[in-house]
């Protein structure tokens, strides 16, 4: 994974006032945890917007009290109005422990079938995946060059080294729909196929 730094401070007061007065003033409260014992805190939102708002998923390097923490972004809570970051859960990273963590996912060459009309529908855009933080890659890639219209990637189509994936075998990651335009193009070949047959049944 990608890594970025991301600095907090100390929350003195955890209750629903506090977290709102810290909200007021453009900061995001949150905890830290997978360690000892939980670690409350808060971050500027701005700087938190940036490595929320992005397709990348990074692992952090997270100062706090003068300390530094290895660690990922576990949970997010949005507004349900405004999608403004209202809470953060920071996973703390250690060597031996898997972690369960969302990769984008990015598509390489052109299908087959986008090239005969269809279209390119993801239904993942980001794929959880499960393995050592060491061993996480920065995205899931996929080759589409040989897809045609009407074929899919799913799960069990895949591989991510190191990691596994905690979805159903069958579930769709993306697929190559048929769009109005390849089946208007196909109706014109049947058609013209038909009439050449036509005149060749007449001639006989």
């Not at 209750?15 to 805190?41: C, I, M, N, S």
Request: a negative charge; aromatic letters at 4%; proline letters at 4%.
């Amino acid at each position: 994974m990608k890594t970025a730094s991301l600095s907090g401070s100390p929350r003195e007061g955890v209750g629903k006032k506090d977290a709102a007065e810290l909200r007021a003033k453009g900061q995001v409260p949150g905890v830290l945890y997978g360690g000892t014992e939980q670690v409350h805190f808060y971050v500027n939102e701005i700087q938190l917007n940036k490595l929320v708002f992005t397709p990348e998923t990074y692992r952090l390097n997270f100062e706090i009290g003068g300390n530094t923490h290895d660690c990922v972004i576990q949970d997010i809570q949005f507004h349900p109005v405004t999608d403004r970051i209202v809470h953060i859960d920071l996973l703390l990273v250690t060597s031996d422990k898997p972690i369960r963590i969302k990769l984008p996912v990015r598509t390489t060459g052109t299908s087959i079938g986008v090239r005969n009309g269809g279209r390119l529908h993801v239904v993942y855009r980001r794929l959880p995946v499960l393995g050592l933080a060491d061993q996480i890659p920065e995205d899931v890639s996929l080759d589409i060059s040989e897809l045609k219209i009407g074929d899919s990637l799913r799960v069990a189509d895949l591989s991510v080294e190191g990691c596994t994936i905690p979805l159903n075998e069958s579930a769709v990651v993306l697929g190559i729909r048929r769009t109005r335009a390849a089946m208007s193009a196909e109706a014109e070949v049947l058609d013209g196929e038909g009439g050449a047959d036509t005149e060749e049944s007449a001639e006989e």
